[in-house]
């Protein structure tokens, strides 16, 4: 079973930074596209950053240049470097990964999720 694990939330001033973590265990054989996705109130869920399995990454025109996404192959994890970080960058953010395992199908696997606050 693949487990997605975030950390690094919090709350923060505007124009502070935060970076995000998301570290998978289980059964990995290899992990393909990471992404980080966010959710605030009252809103849909939207792709924030994406790094694909040869590290090409794109983001979402409300962060390019202060959001920087990030993945360690060994480690299994992912990151996201948040700067300069506006109010409105304030909700529960998502780790996502397509996960092979040892035996098995590619699946898309979600972490539980950390909150992020900016505050004005």
């Known amino acids: 079973q693949v487990q997605l694990v975030e950390s690094g939330g919090g709350v923060v001033e505007s124009g502070g930074s935060l970076r995000l973590s998301c570290a998978a265990s289980?059964?990995?054989?290899?992990?393909?596209?990471m992404g980080w996705y966010r959710q605030a109130p009252g809103k849909e869920r939207e792709l924030v950053a994406h790094?694909?399995?040869?590290?090409?990454?794109n983001y979402a025109d409300s962060v390019k240049g202060r959001f920087s996404i990030s993945r360690d192959i060994a480690e299994n994890t992912v990151s996201l470097h948040m700067n300069s970080l506006k109010p409105e960058d304030t909700a529960v953010y998502y780790c996502?990964?397509?996960?092979?395992?040892?035996?098995?199908?590619?699946?898309?696997?979600w972490g539980q999720g950390t909150r992020v606050t900016v505050s004005s």
């Open positions: 790094i694909s399995s040869d590290g090409r990454t």
């Open positions: 289980g059964s990995i054989w290899r992990m393909i596209d």
């Open positions: 996502n990964a397509e996960i092979r395992p040892y035996s098995g199908i590619t699946l898309a696997h």
